[in-house]
């Protein structure tokens, strides 16, 4: 497990996609903010970036590096209410259909 800054995620997750690993998901915990994991298999040994994030912080989208990410990241913003930059593509809230917004967030 990798413990990754605002400033170094994406380049801890570059570095994934050099080392031919392959993206298998990204997880959201709520915490006093939220808590992002990234997981990777690489030749069947698995590895993980973590995020921690305040509830109010933006991240920026690594859906252009690993192109299926967005699935995740649209799931993640629908459900926790995190605010992630730039998907590709971007389902603006409407990847679910829920009863009410963010029911994992704080905020909601």
């Known amino acids: 497990m990798t413990e990754a800054g605002i400033d170094s995620y994406r380049a801890l997750i570059s570095e ?3 080392r031919n690993a392959r993206l298998v ?6 915490t006093e903010g939220f808590e ?4 990777f298999d690489i030749n069947n040994a698995w590895t993980h970036v973590r995020l921690n994030i305040d509830e109010d912080q933006e991240i920026e989208s690594v859906s252009d590096i690993f ?3 967005f699935m995740y ?3 993640i913003k629908d459900l926790f209410g995190v605010k992630i930059n730039r998907v590709n593509p971007d ?6 259909k829920l ?10």
Do not use: D, R, V
């Not at 998901?25 to 709520?30: A, D, G, N, P, S």
């Not at 992002?36 to 997981?39: A, F, K």
């Not at 389902?91 to 679910?96: K, N």
């Not at 009863?99 to 909601?108: L, M, R």
């Open 99 to 108: 009863a009410k917004p963010a029911p994992f967030g704080g905020n909601s």
């Open 36 to 39: 992002l994991t990234y997981s």
């Open 67 to 69: 192109s299926p990410a």
């Open 73 to 75: 990241e649209n799931e």
């Open 91 to 96: 389902f603006h809230g409407e990847f679910y």
């Open 16 to 18: 994934m996609k050099e």
């Open 25 to 30: 998901q990204i997880c959201c915990t709520k």
